[in-house]
């Protein structure tokens, strides 16, 4: 095959509007390139989103580079400043949706493998394992793949998730964990009723202001191994009562809870349901719960493996980068129950922004630091 280059690879992602879970021929794209490069491609489809996992090398160590073909929704046509599917290059940026999130550093790794195999003899395993529904409710993506393949019985040693985790320059951050999340809706049910009456009525509110405040400033912990102190934030309150003198019927709201390696799901959901029963217990009110847990935190202790990481992008940037959990969740929080992973990729400044961007560049760097890490990782 003719030999690929980085930008010219993005901008053809981009040009595909693979808005989840569309795929759009993203997925069909990028095997072909890495089919031509020697990978063995199985695509694996879950309800309507399509998966690839491709592999070359039968051996250990096996290194995966895991990550998405698609993209969020582009927003008002109107305010960017080209269309979002038709990538332009302007003052040394590539502008196009998904050029941060995720397709360059998809782009990236396709040319650092075949740079990589063109000089070196692969003592390993490289793989693949891309998705089409990281952007949504990631369901039937990244999470079924891994577990599939798994029991097909593919081993992978080691992990690199592209995302764009750099904040501000190149090389300047790696995720070595996230914090799990969990949303909650309560719903407290009275009876209408007229305010100078409240003893035909039963106000929902007081049992709703209560399990919050509860819930609030309960001190959930002071942190962890690499990880910040968990947080509950309250996100709405809702009545939907636009009288003065109308007792409700019906009263609710929302919160989120960034948590650490302290807690699980399961761990807090019991707490708030346990909290819920105690406050019931004051109420006549029925306090009612809708408790998702959308993601377990995941933390990848300093290792050899990151050392690597670490080790590449300074080659490269002359910036060494910081290990860091911060952030919300992404789809390592699925690979880490299989083999230890990390996130790295670009500057996602701009990631689902109108006119996202990136350095045209960091593209080039970014395959320069992938292929170092491979250099290191089968040296």
Not at 48 to 57: E, S
Not at 135 to 148: H, M, R
Not at 342 to 358: N, S
Request: hydrophobic share 35%; glycine share 8%.
């Amino acid at each position: 095959m003719n030999k690929l280059e980085p930008l010219e690879f993005t901008k053809d992602l981009i040009k595909i509007p693979s808005v989840t879970p569309f795929d759009g021929g993203a997925l069909d794209l990028l095997q072909s390139k890495l089919a031509q490069l020697g990978f063995v491609c199985k695509r694996y489809i879950f309800e309507d989103v399509d998966n690839l996992y491709a592999r070359i090398g039968t051996a250990a160590p096996h290194i995966c580079f895991a990550g998405h073909t698609d993209v969020v929704p582009t927003g008002d046509l109107g305010k960017w400043s080209n269309p979002p599917f038709e990538p332009v290059e302007k003052d040394g940026n590539l502008y196009g949706r998904g050029a941060a999130d995720m397709k360059s550093a998809i782009a990236a790794f396709t040319c650092a493998v075949q740079n990589f195999l063109s000089s070196h003899k692969l003592k390993g395993s490289i793989s693949f394992l891309i998705t089409g529904d990281e952007e949504g409710v990631a369901i039937n993506g990244t999470k079924k793949l891994i577990a599939q393949i798994s029991e097909e019985g593919e081993k992978i040693d080691h992990c690199i998730v592209g995302e764009p985790t750099c904040p501000h320059i190149l090389g300047d951050m790696i995720k070595n964990g996230r914090r799990g999340s969990i949303n909650c809706t309560i719903k407290a049910h009275g009876k209408q009723g007229h305010v100078a009456y409240p003893d035909k009525a039963d106000n929902p509110i007081p049992a709703l202001l209560e399990i919050l405040y509860k819930l609030q400033n309960h001190k959930l912990d002071d942190g962890a191994q690499g990880f910040q102190s968990s947080n509950l934030e309250i996100v709405t309150i809702d009545v939907g009562n636009p009288a003065s003198n109308v007792i409700p019927s019906n009263a609710s709201a929302r919160f989120n809870i960034r948590f650490n390696t302290n807690h699980t799901g399961e761990s807090l959901k019991n707490w708030i349901i346990e909290t819920r029963n105690e406050v019931q217990q004051k109420y006549s009110a029925h306090i009612e719960l809708d408790i998702v847990i959308s993601g377990e935190p995941f933390f990848t202790a300093p290792s050899k493996f990151t050392e690597i990481v670490q080790d590449a992008a300074f080659e490269i940037t002359k910036h060494r980068p910081l290990l860091s959990t911060s952030g919300g969740t992404s789809d390592a929080r699925f690979i880490k129950n299989y083999c230890s992973v990390i996130e790295f990729g670009i500057v996602g400044a701009t990631l689902h922004q109108i006119d996202e961007h990136v350095k045209v560049d960091d593209i080039y760097k970014l395959t320069q630091i992938y292929e170092k890490i491979l250099e290191k990782y089968f040296a």
